[in-house]
């Protein structure tokens, strides 16, 4: 009995994982809507920081209470595409249109949702990702979002052209060969870590000098410093 309520554990947070992105969702179609002290995108933000969150916890829950199950991983790629994938592509949709007043272009921030579906299925029958991850991840590509979205919220929309190309370049992202490096840390060796801990000291500078607009150029460093390093062992 014990194990099997320890079995759940995982499970439950995942499913908080997908009850997050569902209410982004939500909040993406009142995106320019005042919704108590923030707008519908703010919120949008939150619940996608709050299902990163959440799929980080079920994965290491699982590892420290060894409750792995089948279920429990088509459970974390279902939610996952809805909450970094279904998410911004509503959101993004509804920024476009917005600033378009219903023109079609909008409808093409659907390709995200498809690229990170082909990602998750390509991952998820991928043995070689136990690691390191081909392509970039699908909960990075809404992060980067997050940023993008915030920037043209600061900075102005800028314009349909460079949406459909950010749009196409961070879905190609996610099913690409680019090998990336995972964040799990497995280790407290200082030599093993030096890019996670580059990381995450690029992304507290970015945030305190930017703003929100800082994780787009978080998760453009984690793709450089994917880049740089694969290519470096290679040639070792």
């Given amino acids: 009995m014990i194990k099997r309520l320890l079995n759940c554990i995982p499970n439950t947070i995942t499913c908080l994982n997908l009850l997050s992105g569902c209410v982004a969702c939500i909040m993406a179609f009142s995106a320019f809507d005042t919704l108590g002290p923030l707008f519908g995108y703010q919120w949008a933000f939150i619940f996608i920081g709050a299902a990163t969150i959440f799929d980080f916890l079920d994965g290491a829950s699982a590892r420290l209470l060894h409750a792995y199950t089948l279920i429990g991983k088509d459970l974390d790629s279902l939610s996952d595409l809805v909450s970094f994938g279904l998410a911004p592509s509503l959101l ?24 990170g579906a082909l990602r998750l299925a390509k991952f998820n029958n991928d043995n070689r990702q136990a690691t ?10 809404a992060i980067c979002w997050i940023g993008i979205i915030a920037w043209l919220m600061k900075h102005g929309y800028p314009g349909n ?18 090998r990336m490096f995972s964040l799990k840390i497995k280790s407290l060796k200082p030599r093993e870590n030096i890019r ?18 800082g994780f787009a150029w978080t998760i453009l460093l984690y793709i450089l410093l994917s880049v ?3 290519r470096r062992k290679t040639v070792q």
């Fill in 161 to 178: 052209i460079a949406m459909v190309v950010l749009i196409a370049v961070t879905g190609l992202l996610m099913v690409s060969d680019i």
């Fill in 196 to 213: 996670r801990y580059a990381l995450v000291a690029g992304a507290v500078l970015f945030v305190i000098t930017d703003g929100l607009s």
């Fill in 132 to 141: 390191t991850f081909f392509g970039l991840p699908i909960p990075a590509n």
């Fill in 228 to 230: 740089v390093t694969t």
């Fill in 92 to 115: 993004i949709y509804n920024i476009m249109n917005h600033y378009n007043d219903g023109a079609w272009m909008s409808w093409l921030a659907l390709f995200i949702v498809v690229m």
